[in-house]
């Protein structure tokens, strides 16, 4: 299967949509090689600002650029992009500018760089500013159709997208839509509510539960905000049995947002994979998903544990 | 003689004015009256002469950008904009209260603010992206933004000062209302600027300095300003005094963030009311 990163569907469909839209400008601070906006940076120069290492002005230079009828996309690290949130929170959110943020290296995949790069806290940081969209596509197609889809919507954004190759599973003909969940398998005894790279992990863990004669859902929740509660009402009510999976800590993600809605409206069993509220450290993707439980093979075990206290 | 009575005309203006912004923050017991009327002889000139605006259009894509960094400082810009018709007078006496258009800090709801302020050393990196877009689009129109001596600790006004001279913008015009005062002291025992025309000299910006209540100086400077095309940013020094025109708030700490009482309104209004516009600065 053909493998891409998330920030190159970014870097890739910003390039795309600048030869097609002149209000399209980007602001970078000094990482536009490693978040793919380089690309829009050499073939539009005139539309391309840097900062320098300056986070803080990148965010408020953007907002300045949305008011005057541009339409800026400004992208760093996750991690730095959290430097600057005071500026997204009382610029960008309160003034509901049109300025998309992505960061980008988000979640322990970002690897052998170690903590400081490693963001496991963003989700739970932009979910909760008001008038915020939250997005994080599973692969670099659905990355492109995001970026598209962000240049029509007027409003704040964060796209949070991984360093790390990841399989393409959607076709060209894929249709994404803010606000709307996918079922990319069906199942019945369980579901699991995956985003980013974990729904490939959790598209394994199927795989592998197939095996064990359990049949779960897997859903891509790649807009954690608003998050389709339709489709997790409905699948919650399916299963009576429900997982979440993010590279993210499990306090404030997908997995949070998840149990928001089920609290309040269908209570079942739930199982939050995710980053346990600690610091990873430097190592191999593959190898720290093993270690800190992201991986298949503990989504797997985990359904199987949750699904033997269902009666 | 027409400069003459233009400026006698616009310190009659700023002298009614520093009187509406005592009258605002007593009127909402909440507010901010130092660093209004610090900034308030500027304000009348840029609104009552410079700044090319039209009440009737706040939102006109060509006009020139106004950014209030330190938002704080919303009773003089709301006098100002009040009596310059972009919203009716009577709405200052909502200032500060529930269901009512004058927040504490300006939103970009209020018709002629063009920055949401209230978190310092944001405006000039926003102020920056207008000014990067207004070459853009090449459009001849200039960006103003005001902040604070207090403000320049933050590390935000350096980011932006850096990349509006690297990105050469001649049409961005800062103001520092160097009031010398901030929250709990004098700026200089706080964290003390040192040579901020100097400093930005360096960074690679025209400096004027002048004296901020001085309004030939004021009207010359932003004149010189507004023609300056040397391909970098212009900031004026405005040597001002915190709380300027009453003589208990100024330079008066105190007075930062905190309506005057029964007595002190009255006496205010009483020293503003014997201010002598001809020998005023």
Same mark, same amino acid.
């Given at each position: 299967m053909e493998k891409a990163a998330t920030r190159e569907g970014y870097g890739k469909a910003l390039l795309e949509l600048g030869r097609i839209n002149k209000d399209v400008v980007v602001v970078d601070a000094d990482l536009g090689d490693s978040t793919k906006a380089e690309h829009f940076g050499k073939q539009f120069p005139e539309r391309f600002f840097t900062t320098g290492i300056a986070e803080q002005n990148m965010i408020g230079t953007a907002?300045?650029?949305?008011? !005057?009828?541009?339409?800026? #996309?400004?992208?760093?690290?996750? %991690?730095?992009?959290?430097?600057?949130?005071?500026?997204?929170?009382?610029? %960008?959110?309160?003034n509901k500018l049109n300025v998309k943020l992505t960061g980008s290296h988000a979640g322990i995949a970002t690897g052998e760089d170690g903590k400081s790069a490693q963001a496991i806290e963003d989700v739970a940081a932009y979910r909760a500013l008001p008038n915020m969209v939250v997005l994080q596509p599973a692969d670099a197609a659905e990355a492109e159709k995001m970026v598209f889809a962000l240049a029509e919507y007027k409003g704040p954004s964060y796209m949070r997208v991984h360093r790390i190759a990841m399989p393409i599973i959607h076709g060209s003909n894929y249709k994404?839509? =803010?606000?709307?969940?996918? =079922?990319?398998?069906?199942?019945?005894?369980?579901? =699991?509510?995956?985003?980013g790279t974990m729904v490939h992990e959790a598209l394994k863990a199927a795989t592998i539960l197939e095996n064990e004669k359990i049949n779960v859902y897997v859903a891509n929740i790649s807009t954690i905000k608003p998050i389709d509660e339709k489709l997790v009402i409905e699948?919650?009510?399916?299963?009576?049995? %429900?997982?979440?999976?993010?590279?993210?800590? %499990?306090?404030?993600?997908l997995g949070s947002a998840v149990a928001e809605v089920l609290g309040?409206? #269908?209570?079942?069993?739930?199982?939050? =994979?995710?980053?346990?509220?600690? #610091?990873?450290? !430097?190592?191999?993707?593959?190898?720290?998903?093993?270690? #800190?439980?992201?991986?298949?093979?503990s989504i797997a075990e985990e359904v199987m544990k949750i699904i033997s206290k269902k009666k | 003689m027409a400069r003459k009575n233009l400026i006698l005309e616009l310190k009659q203006?700023?002298?009614?004015?520093?009187?509406? $912004?005592?009258? $605002?923050?007593?009127?909402?017991?909440?507010?901010? /009256?130092?660093?209004? *009327?610090?900034?308030? @002889?500027?304000l009348v000139? *840029?609104?009552?002469?410079? *700044?090319? $605006? @039209?009440?009737?259009? /706040?939102k006109w894509d060509n006009r020139d950008r106004f950014v209030l960094s330190k938002g704080h400082a919303s009773p003089g810009i709301y006098v100002v904009l009040a009596d310059r018709g972009f919203f009716p007078k009577s709405e200052l006496d909502g200032f500060r209260k529930i269901n009512r258009m004058l927040q504490g800090h300006p939103e970009l709801s209020t018709p002629g603010i063009d920055f949401a302020g209230g978190s310092l050393g944001q405006g000039i990196c926003f102020a920056h992206g207008i000014a990067l877009a207004c070459r853009l689009d090449k459009k001849d129109c200039k960006v103003y933004c005001m902040i604070g001596d207090g403000e320049a600790?933050?590390?935000?006004?350096?980011?932006?000062?850096?990349?509006?001279?690297f990105h050469k913008l001649d049409n961005l015009i800062v103001i520092l209302d160097k009031n010398q005062v901030q929250e709990t002291g004098r700026t200089k025992d706080i964290m003390d600027l040192g040579n901020v025309a100097l400093k930005w000299k360096a960074f690679g910006w025209n400096t004027i300095e002048i004296n901020g209540h001085d309004m030939g100086q004021i009207v010359k400077a932003l004149d010189k300003a507004s023609k300056m095309r040397n391909k970098k940013p212009t900031i004026i020094?405005? @040597?001002?005094? &915190?709380? &300027?025109?009453v003589s208990f708030m100024e330079l008066n700490y105190r007075f930062h963030g905190k309506a005057p009482n029964d007595e002190e309104y009255k006496r205010a209004i009483e020293e503003i009311e014997k201010i002598d516009i001809k020998k005023f600065k």
């Open positions: 907002a300045g650029l949305s008011v !005057s009828g541009k339409i800026p #996309y400004a992208s760093t690290f996750a %991690v730095f992009s959290e430097r600057a949130f005071e500026f997204t929170r009382n610029i %960008v959110s309160r994404f839509e =803010i606000g709307r969940g996918e =079922i990319l398998r069906q199942g019945k005894d369980a579901v =699991i509510f995956a985003s699948l919650a009510k399916k299963t009576n049995c %429900v997982i979440t999976a993010e590279d993210h800590n %499990v306090i404030g993600g309040e409206n #269908y209570p079942c069993l739930m199982k939050r =994979i995710g980053v346990k509220d600690a #610091y990873a450290e !430097s190592g191999k993707p593959d190898e720290l998903y093993r270690k #800190y439980g992201l991986d298949a093979e | 203006k700023a002298k009614d004015f520093r009187k509406g $912004v005592i009258e $605002v923050v007593y009127k909402a017991q909440s507010g901010h /009256p130092g660093g209004s *009327l610090s900034e308030i @002889d500027m000139a *840029l609104y009552f002469y410079k *700044l090319r $605006v @039209d009440a009737k259009n /706040p600790q933050e590390g935000a006004v350096w980011e932006a000062s850096m990349a509006a001279a020094i405005s @040597d001002t005094i &915190k709380g &300027k025109g």
